[in-house]
């Protein structure tokens, strides 16, 4: 089980991207992203593992890096025990997270969904009236 600072980290970081407040970038490959915080960092990325079928199951892991990006500790959802309801999906909520903020995604679905807007008003027709 975690120490509840590690806890109460998971949860800051997850109400934070949530909320926008915290940026996150690229890390190297597609399936982790980054975020700077005072001299530390935290690291989020996707892995794949394989179940008793052989088929794919993600997991999430959380590092938290020192000033030299090199990993002081590491965080699944497995480590939470009993200290964090759903740890599955708090984890991959904070991925999805990092992973819209890093690539973007809000500003490209603005960007695109004002080139769509009409520049003048269409006349009514039968068919779109």
Not at 13 to 20: A, K, M, S, V, Y
Request: glycine share 8%.
């Amino acid at each position: 089980m975690l120490e509840q600072k590690t806890v109460t980290l998971v949860r800051r970081l997850f109400d934070r991207t949530n909320d926008g407040e915290l940026g996150w970038q690229e890390a190297g490959d597609t399936d982790s992203f980054r975020a700077a915080l005072s001299n530390y960092g935290v690291l989020i990325a996707r892995r794949e593992l394989r179940d008793q079928w052989g088929s794919p199951v993600p997991c999430y892991v959380l590092s938290i890096l020192n000033q030299h990006g090199r990993v002081v500790e590491e965080i699944t959802a497995e480590d939470f025990g009993g200290s964090l309801p759903n740890p599955e999906k708090v984890m991959e909520s904070l991925y999805e997270g990092a992973r819209r903020r890093a690539m973007g995604v809000e500003e490209a679905l603005e960007s695109i969904l004002n080139s769509l807007e009409p520049t003048t008003p269409r006349p009514k027709t039968p068919s779109n009236a």
